[in-house]
């Protein structure tokens, strides 16, 4: 056998080792890195979506919460993980679109990760407290501006997504209300209900409870379209206000460098996940909407929402905390 058969013996082996390996992936346990604590919105959907793909893909899914910095750190972790398919972010609006766009951090979202699947989206609604003399987002408007200043609004933390759509809210209906950050929206709430703040933007699924409970007014929903699950509350074009779409996306991402054959093994298992029925019921219950994409058209919509938010910061004038 002279030198340039053996090449040809040696290269035939590499690529059948790599189509076997793609092929047979995954042979052993997956963890998904989730970079907050346990018991909010992006933990509970990554622990939906790591136990029913993992029925599919036969291997279990193990989660991993690396929580700090906003999302920051356990989303370094992954960008800098093996690209095997075999460490995963559930990553977020906060840590791959928000956070990159008001500070330095250490990872690109869109150079460093490779999309796997959009597993939902939670819109955001305005809500106010019983208290406020306003029934509509345009009576709010007119309270607001009759109250230049003496108004204030609640957020979890500067540079959030709550707060950023507040003050796009603020630019386009030109009112002045005083932000108050907090740290969390649990307090945040607590402070609205009790009438401590007037104003504040949440996720549909965190405030639904509480307008069902009637503790809170709901103003608009800050989406294209009305939600199922609230369908009284018209969006904020409907209420007059057009130009809010404040929305929190969850989704899959691996590291870049991934395989091929691997990520579309991943692709195709999560958004299977996602679209049966027991775990799409799972996700509507919490008041999101299921997607369940491919890898390509996540990738597309990562880019589009980085360019969004890039432009939402920059108008809304919002500012990482200090």
């Not at 206000?241 to 969850?250: A, F």
């Not at 990562?302 to 990482?320: F, Y």
Request: aromatic residues 6%; glycine residues 8%; hydrophobic residues 45%.
């Amino acid at each position: 056998m002279n030198l340039r058969t053996k090449i040809l013996v040696v290269l035939a082996a590499l690529c059948l080792t790599s189509i076997t390996t793609a092929a047979e992936f995954p042979t052993r346990p997956i963890k998904l890195v989730v970079p907050f604590p346990p018991g909010g919105a992006v933990d509970n959907l990554g622990r939906l979506v790591g136990q029913k793909t993992s029925e599919i893909l036969g291997q279990p899914i193990v989660i991993d919460n690396r929580a700090g910095a906003a999302g920051s750190i356990g989303t370094e972790i992954v960008a800098k993980s093996i690209p095997d398919g075999y460490t995963l972010l559930m990553g977020s609006t906060s840590s791959l679109s928000v956070i990159p766009n008001l500070q330095k951090v250490p990872y690109d979202p869109i150079k460093d990760f490779a999309p796997v699947s959009l597993v939902a989206y939670i819109p955001h609604v305005l809500v106010i407290n019983n208290d406020v003399p306003a029934k509509t987002l345009a009576e709010f408007i007119t309270y607001a501006k009759a109250n230049p200043g003496k108004l204030s609004y609640a957020s979890s933390g500067n540079g959030t997504p709550h707060q950023i759509a507040v003050e796009m809210f603020k630019k386009i209906a030109g009112v002045f209300i005083v932000h108050i950050p907090y740290k969390g929206t649990a307090p945040g709430l607590t402070d609205l209900m009790s009438g401590q703040v007037a104003l504040m933007s949440v996720e549909l699924s965190t405030a639904l409870p509480y307008i069902k409970a009637q503790k809170i007014r709901p103003l608009a929903l800050l989406a294209p379209t009305r939600s199922t699950f609230a369908p009284d509350i018209p969006t904020a074009t409907q209420a007059g206000l057009p130009g809010l779409d404040i929305t929190s996306w969850y989704g899959v991402v691996a590291p870049a460098g991934i395989n091929r054959e691997t990520l579309n093994i991943l692709g195709t298992a999560i958004a299977k996940a996602v679209k049966s029925p027991d775990l799409n019921d799972k996700i509507l219950g919490m008041g999101a909407t299921p997607v369940g994409d491919s890898p390509e058209e996540f990738n597309t919509f990562m880019r589009k929402e980085s360019a969004k938010w890039a432009k939402a910061i920059k108008e809304s004038g919002a500012v990482a905390d200090q």
